[in-house]
């Protein structure tokens, strides 16, 4: 031992030398991500921050903020864009828990035929199935009049330019985002866990909710937090299966830009949404341990 | 812990195909009350297969398992009240130790009072007292191996079943692990099917030993039966050390070389062959006792701390391997390569088997 | 390396080439908007205009008055001459974000009055009507067709679905005033008023639970019409004729409807500041707004052009700027919009997140 702690003993410095060198190297490859980030999102962000204190004659204020304080329409603005956001989540929860079941359950070789079928859309124009949910669901659409065809109902029922319309179209494309971290945790799930519950005396029912369930939770929570996270900020699908009775923040922000030309006033609004975001990522951190959601346990 | 209400199981005409291969091959097997019995068959043999089929995770395509008197073929695994040990243990990986452990009687309903001695007792028993708070990953293999034995005993099951429970740990650990098992089921005695792939294992362990193979129970004997009186050569070269030798048939004797080895068994079979355990064979010749007697070259030696494995090619080109014990080995140069060498077996120790060995 | 250095001969002649023509004429960068206006736009005026001055432009589409004014502030102008309304432009006028109109480049002799300012060229007199379906609520004109703004609001006698204007208070609120009672000449008095604002508002929260779209641009008036999305709809008229042309059964009328005009600016430091007020010159001129009609039903804003139109009477008396009906619309105040804009856009936007 006093042999290695002794610099002089032989080759020991260089090879101290050696080693920093090649700490340093493994360091500087993350120079360019970290420049990125820094200039893609940290001075964006900023400047966001910046503008939203500033008011129209170019002076520092608090405007922005007292507004949405002022007009209940801000604070609608948010429930919605809250509201929407959980429901979908729900939805692709009921939608995604099963089908992720299905297809954990299936050999290799068909899981990966309906994981396809699962992913399809995202390699389809957002705008398109977007669209294509509004041709599917409007008053003469498809559905309505097949369904008007076959007797289910009389009258069309209104499904699009509402929040019904926005749910399905949302909960359609955020469903793959939910489905594959909670697949990758079924996945994981080692059969003879199921067997040594039965084993021990615990029905179906029982098994299901005292062990699988919870082995699923870090996927559970990892695709439903991308999926409340990505609903907060989004834009197509409400602003056009919406009908404009769905006012959610991103539309909010849009509709400020482009009818009142109010940079700060769409900052101030960005920021909010940014900083509610950021406070459920870390509620939900808080609750769920969110790293060993998010990164799996060791 | 003493379990009075062990039970019996009886297998009969069990059978599970998948495909055109048999898993299973009408299987009749009974486990007496209280035995440790274990299947030994190599990997592929359907000794799994016959486990689960008890716990009931897979169902047979006919046949009859029975708990006693109680026809179980038809019941789900949840109902079957049997207590199993894991391969990979199976802990539940979001449950601290004592809560695996009480998994089963939370499910029966034993008040929480109740629960908590008995858990206490298990981990008394599995040798972890004081570690019921711990998480499962904070465990060693050793460790997760006892709490799943806890886990499988503690709710006091009629029957326990163990699939290769020992086969993660190393050496020194599995042969303590095995030792402690055996003391397990003394003090339990519960009827126990225990199921390796070590033959070492099962006749360390076991009261009886089904041997199975290609879905089939070949024998199924006490480990001494097995071992000095195998039924066929799967038997003999699969459980211990041996070199199986053609014999010559002749006027109601068996020889060997013109040595005659035994009258003809009363199995019917047109040829037999000679099965010689290593260790039974020595270098000095043994008084007063009926022998075999090999002559040969050395080809091989390999010193091996308490034995010494040695290869020997006979003269008349047959092979066999002996394992004497260090101390009856006068010198080294005795059995240097090419050293000329004569072994002795007693006739005491011959086994013979039907069918022609290689 | 022999590779290498023959691409970059190829880049360095490339270049060579582009520098060359961009000295000769540089194109101008023009933004219009999309579905049947841009197009009636290229057809009737740039394309023909471009030709005859020899001046290259570059068509795309996305106008907004706030991407101009955007591009104006952050210094980084690509925009040559854009398309917005006439509301928008003056907001945007009044931001600093246009450039001021050279008079003796840009001829506006023969313009109506009231169809451009220091800022802007109207470019088209377009008028915000109420559409309906005409297979449920009859032809316009016919009887038992709707008549006027409380017809709109009729819910009882006109049974169905509405939709109205989504995002942007522009023309939302005179319907509603006309609806409920205030005559034509009055409404932007009494909108000047708080109160005339929120009686504005109340009338469309009483319609809303009927409407059942908000549309945000006149390609989704026409959609919303050949879809049979709605029964009724506010919208711009050229949106609905060209609906009509695609074979939708939709009507309007110009009765009580809002006269406005939309035009053409040049953001502040545009790049080519000097080209684009000359391809604004040419395309002001009677000849090509002339063959507008062909493509919307739009009227010009030189009255020149309706002398040397080639267009047939029917066409022509459709126009929304042509004397017959003129006089049934309310001109759009633009002096209300500069001075109440903001403050009615939120009580609208307020109205809209309920």
Known sequence: MTVVADNTATNANALIRQRRREEWSVLSLAIPAALIIAFVVLLPVGWLFYLSFIGDDGQGTLEHYRKMIEYKSYYRVFITTFKVSILTTLICLALGYPLAYFLAQLPPRWAGFFMLAV?????????????????????????????????????????????????????????????????????????DLMHAAANLGARPINAFWQIYFPLTMPGLVAGSLIVFVLCLGFYVTPAVLGGGRVVMVSTQITSILENQFNWGAASSLGVVLLVATIAVLFIAGRVFKLESALFGKG | MQNDTALPIQISGLTKQYGDLYALNRVDLTVKSGEFLTLLGPSGSGKTTLLMAIAGFNRPDCGSIRFGDTEMILTPPHRRDVGMVFQSYALFPHM????????????????PAVRTKKIEDALETVQLSGLGHRNIDQLSGGQRQRVALARA?????????????????????????????????????????YVTHDQREALTMSDRIAVINHGELIQVDNPEGIYNAPANEFVADFIGESTILPLQQSNGSLYYESQVVCPTPETNSSTYSLVIRPERLSLQKPDNADLLVFNGTVKESVYQGETVFVLITLDDSNEISVRY?????????????????????????????????? | MKRVSFTLTAAATVASLLIASAASAEPITVISWG???????????????????GIEIVRESGASVSKACLQVQSNAVTWDLFVTGSGGGAAAAADGCLEEIDFDVVDVSDFYPNTYTKHCIGSDVFATVMAWNTEKYGAPGSDGAPKNWADFWDVEKFPGTRAYRANNVDGALEPALM????PAEQVYEVLSTREGMERAINKIRELKPHIAVF????????????????????????????????????GYTFDQALLDYDCFAIPKGAPNKDTAMKFLAEVSKAEYQANLPFHITYGPTNKKAYEITTAPKELIEALPSHPKNVPMMLPVSLDWYAENRKEALELYMEMLSE
């Open chain 2, 325 to 358: 014990g260090t101390n009856a080995v006068s010198s080294t140069s005795q059995l240097e390569p090419d050293t000329r060498v004569d072994t002795f077996l007693r006739l005491s120790d011959v086994i013979v088997i039907p069918g022609t060995g290689q």
């Open chain 1, 119 to 191: 992913l399809l859309p995202f390699w389809t124009s957002l705008l398109v199935r977007t669209y294509a949910w509004l041709v599917l669901l409007q008053r003469k659409g498809l559905l309505n009049e097949f369904a008007i065809d076959i007797g289910l109902w009389e009258t069309p029922v209104k499904l699009v330019h509402n929040l019904t319309g926005t749910l399905i179209g949302m909960a359609h494309i955020m469903l793959p985002f939910l489905v594959l971290p909670l697949y990758n945790a079924m996945k994981k799930i080692d059969r």
């Open chain 3, 179 to 182: 609806a409920d009672g205030v």
């Open chain 3, 35 to 53: 579905g049947s206006y841009g197009a009636a736009q290229d057809n009737a005026l740039f394309n023909d205009a471009s030709k005859n001055s």
């Open chain 2, 153 to 193: 005993f503690v709710f006091a099951p009629r029957i326990l079943l163990m699939d290769e429970p020992l086969s993660a740990l190393d050496k020194k650990l599995r042969e303590r692990m095995q030792i402690e098992l055996k003391q397990l089921h003394r003090k339990l005695g519960v009827t126990t099917v």
């Open chain 2, 96 to 111: 601290t130790v004592a809560e695996n452990i009480g998994f089963p009687l939370k499910l029966r309903k034993v008040p």
């Open chain 3, 215 to 250: 549309w945000d641009s006149g390609a989704m008036q026409a959609q919303l019409m050949k879809d049979n999305e709605v029964d009724m709809s506010t919208g711009w008229n050229g949106r609905f004729d060209n609906a009509a042309k695609d074979g939708a059964m939709v």
